[in-house]
């Protein structure tokens, strides 16, 4: 038998069990899933609430004023309180999306190695 064939045929006798790993390996992943996904629809959830709340207390400001300067000074406080809050929720929930990613891929990686092309 030729070298090539040697490895053709051990790669093939492994196959099955490597198999049966990445399907663990999947379903480990999937059970982790849910879990993640509850922490990124609560991160946005929460943060629906205090953008919400923070509206409304603007308003609310905003209905009693008196004055044109009072009401930029209003305006521009919630604007720039907005934006702050914007950044850092989307900060916080953008890392929540990569240990998603990170946790769903981990289980492949030996998988991807496994199939990564030796010397032809």
Same mark, same amino acid.
């Given at each position: 038998?030729?070298?090539?064939?040697?490895?053709?045929?051990?790669?093939?006798?492994?196959?099955?069990?490597?198999?049966?790993?990445?399907?663990?390996?999947?379903?480990?992943?999937?059970?982790?899933?849910?879990?993640?996904?509850?922490?990124?629809?609560?991160?946005?959830?929460?943060?629906?609430? +205090? &953008?919400?709340?923070? $509206?409304?207390s603007?308003?609310?400001?905003?209905? =009693?004023?008196?004055?044109? #300067?009072? /009401?930029?000074?209003?305006?521009?406080?919630?604007? +720039? &309180?907005?934006?702050? $809050?914007?950044?850092?929720?989307?900060?916080?929930? =953008?890392a929540?999306?990569? #240990?998603? /990613?990170?946790q769903?891929?981990?289980?492949?990686?030996?998988?991807?190695?496994?199939?990564?092309?030796?010397?032809?």
């Open positions: 038998m030729s070298n090539a064939n040697q490895n053709n045929a051990t790669r093939n006798s492994s196959q099955p069990q490597d198999s049966r790993e990445q399907i663990h390996a999947a379903a480990a992943s999937m059970n982790s899933f849910p879990g993640d996904f509850h922490a990124i629809v609560t991160a946005y959830s929460d943060y629906a609430k +205090k &953008s919400f709340e923070d $509206t409304r603007f308003v609310e400001k905003l209905s =009693g004023v008196k004055s044109i #300067d009072k /009401a930029i000074e209003i305006q521009t406080e919630f604007a +720039k &309180s907005a934006f702050e $809050t914007y950044m850092a929720e989307s900060q916080k929930i =953008g929540l999306y990569r #240990d998603l /990613a990170t769903s891929c981990k289980p492949f990686g030996g998988f991807l190695a496994t199939m990564t092309p030796t010397n032809r």
